[in-house]
């Protein structure tokens, strides 16, 4: 199957309002278009594919009022994705959705650097290609998204029907997404909820962070399920699905996800791969029977192990 890298072909437009005055336009074009990176954004305005009022800019260009952006993204070079026959564990499945265990360490779908090996690759092969197309070439099939080294439960949309149907209650928060985490430090309170918006980091495009000024609404309710003694295990529910939410939200609160060496300490005491993060239980409406569904995955063995060094 010929797949592209990134988009197609596309020509946007923005015009400047008094919010965005002043702002370099490097910085407000990667916040316009969150999967790229700033290096990229300036690769573009280098090759002049950006124009402010018609005229080609250089990335440190600052932005006035009504000022009008015009970015064109070229087409990308194909590359082959290929069905690849990796072992998937399937909770649930029939002729229009199925719901996956991730393992940790395998990333959801293709993208620069990850061709092969990914969650799509797998499904390509077990659904014969039967997947929805909504989310592109890309994500056949992809509604919803958890990271490379977090595990737990996706539901995955094999039509275009059922896949605007899972999404519409994305959207409107209906789908029920409770994780299992350790943290750092003992959390005092045995339940809280974390208001925060979160965008990119103004310092680090690669990473998310909570930001009043550019953000969007992110929600995370958690609930202490057990005490260590430097170490809190906990439950969260997203009523939101923003990048990084849980990792981002318990790190600024000081109860960064135990080996999460983006956003907690870099050294782990405990040699883990990634963070203590596991998408436990998933719920949603069938898009068919408009019956309500609920799963319930097995911690992973390192997960469980940990908790039994831990208690």
Same mark, same amino acid.
């Given at each position: ?171 409107? /928060?209906?789908?029920?997404? *409770? =994780?299992?985490?350790?943290?750092? +430090?003992?959390?005092?309170?045995? &339940?809280?909820?974390? $208001? ?89 409406? /069938?898009?068919?029977?408009? *019956? =309500?569904?609920?799963?319930?995955? +097995?911690?992973?063995?390192?997960? &469980?192990?940990?908790? $039994?060094?831990?208690?």
């Amino acid at each position: 199957m010929k797949l592209k890298k990134v988009e197609k072909m596309q020509t946007n437009t923005f015009l400047i309002n008094e919010e965005n005055s002043q702002q370099r336009i490097d910085i407000y074009l990667t916040e316009q278009f969150p999967d790229f990176s700033r290096a990229r954004i300036q690769k573009l305005l280098d090759k002049g594919e950006v124009t402010v009022n018609e005229k080609v800019v250089k990335a440190n260009h600052r932005l006035k009022v009504n000022d009008e952006i015009i970015i064109n993204i070229p087409d990308a070079e194909p590359v082959d994705i290929k069905p690849e026959n990796i072992p998937l564990d399937i909770y649930y499945e029939d002729d229009v959705v199925l719901v996956v265990n991730k393992p940790k360490e395998m990333v959801v779908h293709p993208a620069l650097g990850h061709h092969s090996g990914t969650l799509v690759n797998a499904l390509l092969y077990h659904c014969q290609g039967n997947l929805s197309g909504i989310n592109g070439e890309l994500r056949p099939g992809i509604v919803h998204r958890i990271d490379k080294n977090t595990t737990g439960l996706l539901v995955v949309c094999k039509t275009d029907s059922a896949h605007n149907y899972i999404s519409s209650q994305l959207k409107s /928060h209906n789908i029920n997404r *409770k =994780y299992h985490a350790i943290v750092h +430090n003992v959390l005092t309170e045995d &339940e809280g909820t974390i $208001n925060m918006p979160i965008g990119r980091d103004v310092k680090d495009r690669k990473k998310m962070a909570v930001n009043f000024e550019n953000g969007k609404d992110a929600i995370t309710h958690y609930k202490v399920l057990k005490r260590f003694q430097n170490f809190t295990y906990i439950e969260c529910r997203l009523e939101t699905g923003r990048t990084h939410q849980i990792r981002v939200h318990m790190s600024q609160i000081g109860h960064p996800v135990l080996g999460d060496d983006v956003y907690g300490p870099k050294n782990c005491p405990y040699h883990l791969t990634g963070q203590t993060l596991h998408a436990k239980k998933l719920g949603f409406l /069938h898009p068919s029977t408009k *019956k =309500y569904m609920e799963f319930d995955s +097995n911690l992973p063995e390192y997960f &469980e192990r940990l908790l $039994n060094i831990l208690s």
